[in-house]
């Protein structure tokens, strides 16, 4: 099992930052991807970026240039460094985690743009 801990939503003006942060725990293996989704009301859940171990990177086009994943591997935390926040990026945020063939994702961080 592994468990994944989200932290750093909120509520932020339009063209503010926010960092989001997900520590995994629990039987982690040395090759995965962790990943940030987001859902917003009647919408369906998307990708916003994930990382591989190795570093290789991935984004949605809507969020390209202006937010960036990483992830610290000794401390099993990735995270997400959203710049110029637009009230589209409003939804709940999830932070998901993929290691031999198993998935699973946190609870949620609700990031709230305002204009």
């Known amino acids: 099992q592994v468990q994944l801990v989200e932290s750093g939503g909120g509520l932020v003006q339009a063209g503010g930052s926010l960092r989001l942060s997900c520590a995994a725990s629990?039987?982690?293996?040395?090759?995965?991807?962790m990943g940030w989704y987001r859902q917003a009301p009647g919408k369906q859940r998307e990708l916003v970026a994930d990382i591989t171990s190795g570093g290789n990177t991935n984004y949605a086009d809507s969020v390209k240039g202006r937010f960036t994943i990483s992830r610290d591997n000794a401390k099993n935390t990735v995270y997400l460094q959203m710049n110029s926040l637009k009230p589209e990026d409003t939804a709940a945020y999830y932070c998901?985690?993929?290691?031999?063939?198993?998935?699973?994702w946190g609870q949620g961080t609700q990031v709230t743009v305002s204009s």
């Open positions: 629990g039987s982690i293996f040395s090759i995965n991807r």
């Open positions: 998901n985690y993929l290691g031999l063939g198993r998935l699973y």
